[in-house]
């Protein structure tokens, strides 16, 4: 069983920035595309970013290209996620999960979520 845990998130204002790390523990992430989630309170669960195996493939969602940055560390077994210019309606919990190969926009046909950790955007 794949375990990812997400680190990085905290209180930050707006306009700074915040670097998210989702690390697997008992495996290599070499095979899986991983993808960051986020949920906000009385909103949808809202895929934010992806990266397939190789680094070659991102995606973004439109609320956040520009400012987010996704990459990956297969020898670290290390994706994270570089988050820019953060704006107050980029509050919410955090989650990275897997996928065998390939990105996929529909958060169910991810096998592995992490725990989630929580960014909050105010001044």
């Known amino acids: 069983q794949l375990q990812l845990v997400e680190s990085g998130g905290g209180l930050v204002q707006p306009g700074g920035s915040l670097r998210l790390s989702c690390t697997a523990s008992?495996?290599?992430?070499?095979?899986?595309?991983i993808a960051w989630f986020r949920q906000a309170p009385g909103r949808e669960r809202e895929r934010i970013s992806c990266i397939d195996t190789g680094g070659d493939f991102k995606a973004y969602a439109d609320s956040v290209k520009g400012r987010f940055t996704i990459a990956r560390d297969n020898a670290e077994s290390t994706v994270y996620l570089q988050m820019n210019s953060l704006k107050s309606e980029d509050t919410a919990t955090y989650y990275c999960a897997a996928r065998w190969l390939h990105c996929s926009l529909y958060w169910g046909e991810y096998s592995s979520w992490g725990q989630g950790t929580q960014v909050t955007v105010s001044s």
């Open positions: 008992s495996h290599t992430l070499n095979s899986y595309a």
